[in-house]
Structures are given as C-alpha cells and as structure tokens.
C-alpha cells in the first residue's frame, strides 16, 4: 500500500492551532495539541481535518496527516467517521496537496484502502445503530471511501479525486470472482449505497446487469449453506432480496 510517511510531510508539529473558522475555542485547541500524536484518534484527528471548519490551517493540519492515515487503515470504530471528514478535507485542500506531493499518493492509498475492504466480506457480530443484528465489517468504512473518492464537496463543481472509487469497485466486486465480491455486489446494491451521484454510471450498469445478478445470486446461495452468519445476515438485512426477485 501506497505509504505516507511523515518524512514526506516538510511542516513541524503546530504550536498552536488557528481555527481559521472560529469553530473552537482556545482551549479546545491546546487540549488537541496536547495529546502526543501516538495517541490522537477520534475525535482529535477529526476536529483537525473537520470539513470545511477544520481545527488549524493548511500548514498545522498537514503535520497529521500520517497519523491520520494510519487511524483510517486500522479499520477501527471510528476510521470511517475520520475518513468521510480526511476526504473532504483533502479534496477542498487539493492544490496545496499536489504542490506538497500529497494529493496523489493520498488518492492511492485510499483507493488500496477500498480494495482491501472489498477482497473479504467479514460478519461483525455487535450492533448499528438501533438494530441489533450482525452487520458487515467494514461496510461504514466503504460507504465512506466510496462518498470521500467520488463526490464533490459543497461548493466544488468537479469532483476533486476524480471518481477515484469507481474502478476500484468494478474490478474488486464487478468481476463477481469470488463469494465476498458476491456479497459486496448484493450490499452495494441495498439503498444504503445507493446514493445517487457517488454510484455513477458505470457502478449502476454494473449492479443492474441481469447476468451479473444472476452470478451474484449463484455465489451467494452456494456461501450461504456453508456461513450460517452470512446467511442470518441476508436474512435480517434483506441483503439479497434485489437478487432473489
């Protein structure tokens, strides 16, 4: 996976942060900071790369953003909550990103990110919000990549990442070549994905052609007599109700 380092980062830890938005008081900001950067996650990581009203300028954000990386790939709780905000920030950062270097190895690493998410469908066994039923692993943190590579910001008339999730989906889960792409398939295609504008044209081609489903379907039913928690998932969820019409 693509790395970024802090040696790829030319800014020293900020003192201070400016919060250029007036979004925080002073002492919100030196709280922060002085949590050592091994231990910042969230919601420090995400006051920092806040959308739109982040904690510090350009130059004091940028100095986080290796640990900020290296809490989305730990794939925990809350890496989906500081991806959505990483990505938004990143995207209405993006010409002083690419003057750094950064844009573009920031866009591989999350589009390695995604396909690392998509090559295995794991069952977590917890609860979402009001429901409690097992759910898949990383599907809050897809959902995030997907929305932060390929929408475009309040305000942003293109798309900064340049649908950047869009191939990585159709070759990751398109190629229907194995059980968890089948069952990524079927998730993609609930209305929790379907989200308009981020599943552009080519992902909606792809979850409605007929022979696709059918091989989804074909894949799912042969997994589902082998993984009793995959199957007890397709049934609450209504995963797979799409492709048994």
């Known amino acids: 996976m693509t790395e970024i380092t802090q040696n790829l980062i030319r800014y020293p830890r900020p003192t201070r942060l400016s919060d250029p938005g007036c979004d925080f008081t002073p002492e919100e900001c030196a709280a922060i900071l002085a949590v050592p950067d091994d231990r910042l996650g969230w919601p420090e990581l995400g006051n920092i790369f806040q959308g739109f009203l982040p904690a510090g300028t350009y130059e004091e954000c940028a100095y986080f953003i290796p640990r900020a990386v290296r809490f989305i790939d730990e ?47 794991r ?24 929305l932060g590579l390929n929408g475009t910001p309040r305000g942003y008339g293109t798309c900064p990442f340049g649908k950047a999730a869009t191939p990585v989906v159709l070759d990751a889960v398109g190629g229907l070549r194995a059980a968890a792409a089948a069952a990524w398939f079927a998730e993609f295609s609930s209305p929790q994905f379907l989200m308009g504008d981020e599943l552009d044209a080519p992902l909606y081609e792809m979850l409605s052609d007929t022979s696709n489903i059918a091989r989804a379907k074909a894949l799912l039913q042969d997994v589902i007599l082998r993984d009793s928690p995959l199957a007890d998932y397709c049934r609450k969820e209504s995963l797979v109700s799409k492709l048994w019409e």
Do not use: Y
């Open 123 to 146: 069952i977590r066994f917890g609860t979402r919000p009001g429901r409690n039923v097992p759910s898949p692993a990383d599907a809050s943190l897809v959902e995030s990549l997907v």
């Open 75 to 121: 794939r925990g709780d809350c890496a989906s909550d500081l991806a959505k905000n990483f990505l938004d920030w990143a995207g209405e950062q993006r010409a002083e990103l690419e003057a750094d270097g950064l844009f573009a190895p920031i866009r591989a690493h999350m589009q390695e990110l995604l396909r690392a998410c998509l090559s295995e469908f």
